[in-house]
C-alpha cells in the first residue's frame, strides 16, 4: 500500500508510469496470489452463455483468466483511467479481443447502464476512496446489475484500529494538500466491518466474504 508520507500522485499518472511493472508487483504483494485471483471468479457460474461483466478499474486484467475459465464466452466491458494498463490487457487477452470492451475513463464519473451486468467485478482499486464515495459507486455498480447479479469485490482490507488511523492521517493529507477525493494515489482500506455496513446501506440482499489473507479479502453482494 502506499506510503502516506509521500507526496500524493494524480491516479492515472500513478498508474501509467507504473503499468508495465504492474503484475510483477501484484504478484509480491498480494498474499496468495493465485489462489486471491482464482478466487474473484469462483462466484461466477460455469457457463457457456454470453454473460455480460463490468470490470471496473481492471488495469491489465490479472482476473480475467480466471474469469473466462468460468464463463468462455463473456463479455466484457473493462474501465480504467490508465491508458497504458488497458493496452497491456488487450495485447495479453488478444484471442478474446472480440469480447473485450475496454473503455479508458474514471469509473467514478461514467455513467453505467442500468441493469445491463451479470456480474460486476472490481479488484484491488476502490481501497482509495472516502465512504461517501464509495457508497455513491456501490448504488451505481447496484443499478447496473440485473436481477440476482452479482458484485464482487477482492481489495486490501484492514483492522478496524488501522482503518481509523489511515482515515485520520489520509483526511490530514487531503486538508494540507488541498486534494479532491478520488483523483490522486492514496490508499485507506476499510474495515470487512465496514465494508459490510457499505453493501448492507446500498442494498445488497447479503455480505458474502469468501476469501482472507491478512490484509486481502474478497466478498460478494446479490442485488
Do not use: W
Amino acid at each position: 500500500m502506499s506510503d502516506i508520507n509521500e507526496q500524493p500522485e494524480k491516479m492515472s499518472e500513478f498508474f501509467n508510469s507504473r503499468a508495465t511493472s504492474y503484475d510483477k508487483h501484484m504478484k509480491c504483494n498480494v498474499n496468495n496470489f493465485e489462489e486471491f485471483y482464482q478466487m474473484i471468479a469462483k462466484p461466477i457460474i460455469q457457463t457457456n452463455e454470453r454473460i455480460k461483466i463490468l470490470d471496473i478499474g481492471c488495469g491489465t486484467g490479472l482476473e480475467l483468466k480466471y474469469i473466462f475459465e468460468k464463463a468462455p464466452n463473456a463479455q466484457i466491458t473493462g474501465i480504467d483511467i490508465s491508458e497504458k494498463m488497458l493496452k497491456l490487457l488487450n495485447d495479453k487477452h488478444k484471442n478474446k479481443a472480440k469480447q473485450i470492451n475496454v473503455i479508458n475513463d474514471s469509473y467514478l464519473t461514467l455513467d453505467f447502464k442500468e441493469n445491463e451486468f451479470d456480474y460486476v467485478v472490481s479488484v484491488m482499486t476502490v481501497h482509495h476512496l472516502l465512504y461517501d464515495t464509495k457508497k455513491e459507486l456501490y448504488s451505481k455498480i447496484f443499478k447496473s446489475l440485473n436481477n440476482n447479479g452479482k458484485y464482487i469485490e477482492g481489495d486490501y482490507i484492514v483492522s478496524e484500529e488501522k482503518e481509523k488511523k489511515l482515515l485520520d492521517q489520509y483526511q490530514k493529507q487531503m486538508r494540507k494538500e488541498r486534494l479532491i477525493d478520488g483523483l490522486f494515489h492514496i490508499d485507506i482500506p476499510f474495515s470487512i466491518k465496514k465494508q459490510q455496513k457499505l453493501f448492507n446501506e446500498v442494498g445488497y440482499s447479503n455480505f458474502n466474504l469468501i476469501f482472507t489473507d491478512e490484509e486481502a479479502a474478497i466478498y460478494v453482494g446479490v442485488k
